[in-house]
């Protein structure tokens, strides 16, 4: 089975610390698809969104043992990617990190 560009991307992870990494180094975080690649995702986002991928980082994260009412359970495994855009380029998701852009080059720490 293809995987369609909407299919690998499933929402963009907005925690506190995908936010500093956006506000610090240009960085964005999404929840992607189990059996998506980096190659995958690098496609995607540039047919979503019209921009140029710099580079792409892609994650296993294991789901974790809960306890709810004296039973436990595990939270489904994910994967997440962090996408670098190359400089110029933004994308821009309403409400969400105020227009998501690389830094300027100035901006960035080494």
Request: proline content about 2%; glycine content about 4%; hydrophobic content about 40%.
């Amino acid at each position: 089975m293809e995987l369609k560009a909407y299919d690998i991307i499933k929402r963009v992870i907005m925690s506190e610390k995908s936010a500093s990494l956006f506000n610090k180094l240009g960085h964005i975080t999404f929840e992607i698809n189990t059996k998506a690649n980096r190659s995958m995702v690098k496609h995607a986002v540039e047919k979503l969104w019209d921009v140029k991928v710099d580079t792409v980082r892609v994650m296993n994260v294991k789901g974790k043992t809960k306890t709810f009412a004296r039973r436990q359970f595990k939270t489904s495994d994910r994967k997440k990617a962090i996408v670098v855009l190359k400089q110029g380029y933004k994308i821009d998701l309403p409400g969400q990190f105020d227009g998501m852009q690389a830094p300027a080059a100035d901006n960035v720490e080494a």
